[in-house]
């Protein structure tokens, strides 16, 4: 008896049912997440539009929402600089050495400043301290009101001692205000590398300690 060659409609129906097997075997065998290696799958695998958000967790749902919603801080600092000056200040006046001027808002501010005794063609340091002593100066950061102050020696037995003082404070301003340095000395002095810098903060809270 002869075979005869299947017919390519018994084919078609053959594969078919192969096909719809194999996919039911596929369909049934579920991978979780415990079987995924960490870091195997990256966001180059994962087709753009596949991964919904609700079918993420409420918690990361909730950091998307923030991010995507969130504005600029809005943080922003305000500086002045002075290389140089005032020079050959006269001892025991105080003199403002720098100004700066911010809007309305929530500030951390910090200033600093070199003071150096100032001696001329007199020499005014020997004049006032003879073979010995030391002379010192005080600055004082104003920010519309509050202040903070520094204080440093100038000159020892004669000689020049260059001091860097530094002032911080916090400040709250319900319009433009003036934030200004100014400083005085037991002896003639100059200023140099002089900076007030204002960062904007969200908010500031003042705790006052008495012990």
């Not at 950091?63 to 000056?85: C, D, M, N, Q, Y």
């Not at 202040?147 to 916090?170: A, Y």
């Amino acid at each position: 008896m002869k075979l005869r060659p299947p017919s390519p409609a018994l084919v078609i129906s053959i594969v078919a049912v192969v096909i719809a097997c194999t996919g039911s075997a596929v369909a049934a065998t579920m991978i979780t997440g415990k079987q995924i290696r960490n870091g195997t799958i990256t966001h180059s695998d994962i087709k753009d539009g596949t991964i919904l958000s609700k079918k993420l967790s409420k918690g990361t749902q909730n950091l998307l929402k923030r991010k995507a919603g969130s504005a600029p801080t809005g943080r922003v600092a305000h500086e002045v600089i002075r290389k140089a000056g005032p020079e050959g200040v006269p001892a025991n006046v105080m003199t403002r050495v720098a100004t700066l001027t911010v809007p309305a808002g929530a500030y951390s501010v910090q200033a600093n400043m070199v003071m150096t005794a100032f001696a001329g063609p007199t020499n005014p340091i020997e004049a006032l301290l003879g073979a010995n002593g030391s002379l010192g100066g005080v600055c004082k950061l104003n920010a519309g009101g509050p202040t903070h102050s520094s204080t440093g020696t100038i000159v020892v037995n004669d000689r020049q001692t260059p001091t860097t003082f530094s002032m911080q404070l916090t400040r709250t301003v319900g319009a433009p205000t003036e934030f200004f340095l100014e400083c005085a000395a037991n002896a003639p002095w100059r200023a140099s590398e002089t900076s007030i810098i204002a960062t904007s903060v969200d908010s500031i809270t003042l705790t006052e300690v008495t012990g």
